[in-house]
């Protein structure tokens, strides 16, 4: 063994040499992530007919005329504990057709999150009607998968959930970024999700780019207004639509996202 020692001790030495060896990953803290959204339109408004909530003779119509997707896209400012999603400025989604009722609930969210407490306020406008919801995160039950893929240049690691106790949820998380934060009130995976699909709900969100160096302010239009906890919000939202029959879960689902 004697003879064999200064080998391994050589090669020990190279080893620890070379870049980054023994050093740990760099981990973001603070910085903003670019989202893409996208819902498929198409899905979304042939269930809305098969529910009697969209005239059957329209739908063919409507699918003709109307990309298969609706694009839009959404910065999450992060800083430690901090998250805030709102709408990017200055970028152009994809046209909105006068038949989609789902571009009418919900759809440019603005979610202030603090993940150290545990606590979120949100601005939400459902068929014009302006809600601010304030209230603890809800909790998502994860379960973490050997799956990775790689979005938007980090390695990400898959994970399933259900909430609201039917949305089936996949999600992919990178620890290379600290926050444990995401889209909308997405949270709770070992790092910063990156990308959320709904495959029945037929919208996913993906990051597109990550920036490491951004700050993190206070959402201006979603304070000094009154909140509703989320208890209340659903209640109102189910209000709004328990006469629409079988269409009203396709609106409460989306509006309680």
């Known amino acids: ?32 992530i670019v989202f893409e959204r996208k819902i498929n339109g198409h899905k979304i408004m042939t269930t809305m007919s098969e529910s009697g909530g969209f005239p059957k003779e329209r739908l063919e119509t ?17 800083n430690n504990n901090t998250t805030v ?40 406008n459902v068929f014009g009607s302006n809600y601010i919801v304030a209230d603890s995160l809800r909790k998502i039950k994860w379960k973490i998968t050997s799956e990775v893929r790689t979005i938007a240049g980090f390695q990400c690691r898959r994970a399933n959930a259900l909430i609201m106790d039917s ?18 009130s997405f949270y709770g995976l070992p790092g910063m999700i990156l990308g959320v699909a709904l495959p029945y709900e037929h919208i996913t969100w993906f990051a597109q780019q990550v920036y490491t160096s951004a700050s993190v ?38 509006a309680l996202l």
């Open 85 to 124: 999603y709102q709408p990017e400025q200055g970028t152009t989604g994809t046209p909105v057709s006068i038949d989609e009722w789902f571009v009418m609930v919900a759809n440019d969210n603005i979610v202030q999150t603090d993940l150290s407490q545990g606590q979120f306020i949100a601005g939400k």
């Open 217 to 254: 302010n206070p959402v201006k239009g979603i304070s000094g207004k009154k909140r509703l906890s989320s208890q209340d919000y659903a209640t109102q939202i189910n209000n709004l639509t328990k006469s629409w029959g079988k269409a009203s879960p396709l609106v409460t689902r989306k």
């Open 62 to 78: 409507y699918k003709n005329s109307t990309p298969v997707f609706s694009v839009s896209y959404f910065t999450l400012h992060f």
């Open 1 to 32: 063994m004697k003879k064999y020692f200064p080998l391994i001790l050589l090669m020990t030495i190279m080893v620890a040499a070379l870049p980054g060896a023994g050093q740990a990953p760099v981990v973001i803290e603070e910085g903003k």
């Open 167 to 184: 949305i089936y949820v996949v999600a992919f998380y990178t620890n290379e970024i600290a926050p444990r934060g995401g889209p909308e």
